[in-house]
């Protein structure tokens, strides 16, 4: 479990720079609010669990990819007004993300 608790603020750490840039457009989509940050925790412990599946950079990668696509391809079905760019940079950031997050994980041996 403690794995699966660092993986996961590993992952939201290394999500950080993302989210912030991204928020502006995600609050376009949802109206002005202010969220609710603790509802993260089960989406970032989501995330790690998949992540643990991943046996190379290339694998992570893949998971990545396919976890935001499922997310930002469902908005998009979804949403009239969800932009196909950010679906698509989204996704591709999701790739990275835990392609990143795995190289860290190798590195750090955790």
Do not use: C
């Amino acid at each position: 479990m403690i794995h699966l608790i660092v993986l996961a603020i590993t992952m939201f750490i290394v999500d950080l720079p993302w989210l912030v840039w991204s928020r502006p457009h995600w609050m376009k989509l949802a109206g002005a609010g202010g969220g609710q940050p603790l509802a993260g925790i089960p989406v970032y412990l989501a995330m790690a669990y998949l992540f643990g599946f991943a046996k190379s950079v290339g694998q992570a990668a893949a998971i990545g990819l396919a976890a935001y696509a499922i997310f930002d391809g469902t908005n998009a079905v979804l949403f009239g007004k969800y932009p196909i760019w950010l679906a698509v940079a989204d996704t591709l950031w999701g790739g990275l993300l835990f392609a990143i997050v795995y190289l860290i994980k190798e590195k750090f041996k955790f």
